[in-house]
Nanobody
Framework: QVQLVESGGGLVQPGGSLRLSCAAS????????IVWFRQAPGKEREGVAC????????YYADSVKGRFTIARDNAKNTAYLQMNSLKPEDTAVYYC????????????????????WGQGTQVTVSS
């Protein structure tokens, strides 16, 4: 059974930081690109960052570029999203997705097949 479990969400003040984790079981992440998505109430789901299976390529949405950093530790079968300089507009449920893709590339669009979703973790940025 494949599981992706996100953790690390919570309530943080504007300007603060959080690190989200995405721990995988039942699959070997070496063969998967990882994409972080978020969805705020009343808004469409947005891809914010991705990292290729090898870690050699990363890509960020303009809304988070320079503030968020995606990383992975294949030995731990885990991916991360370091979020700094958080803003109220970053408030959302954050999801990780593993996409079976071993070509060393990634995109922040939603793949239609060969993917697994996590259950999401709430991030709230508020004073």
């Amino acid at each position: 059974q494949v599981q992706l479990v996100e953790s690390g969400g919570g309530l943080v003040q504007p300007g603060g930081s959080l690190r989200l984790s995405c721990a995988a079981s039942g699959i070997i992440l070496d063969y998967y690109a990882i994409v972080w998505f978020r969805q705020a109430p009343g808004k469409e789901r947005e891809g914010v960052a991705c990292i290729s299976n090898s870690g050699g390529m990363t890509y960020y949405a303009d809304s988070v570029k320079g503030r968020f950093t995606i990383a992975r530790d294949n030995a731990k079968n885990t991916a991360y999203l370091q979020m700094n300089s958080l803003k109220p507009e970053d408030t959302a449920v954050y999801y990780c997705l593993a996409h079976l893709r071993g070509d060393g590339r990634c995109t922040i669009t939603t793949p239609q097949a060969a993917r697994y979703w996590g259950q999401g973790t709430q991030v709230t940025v508020s004073s």
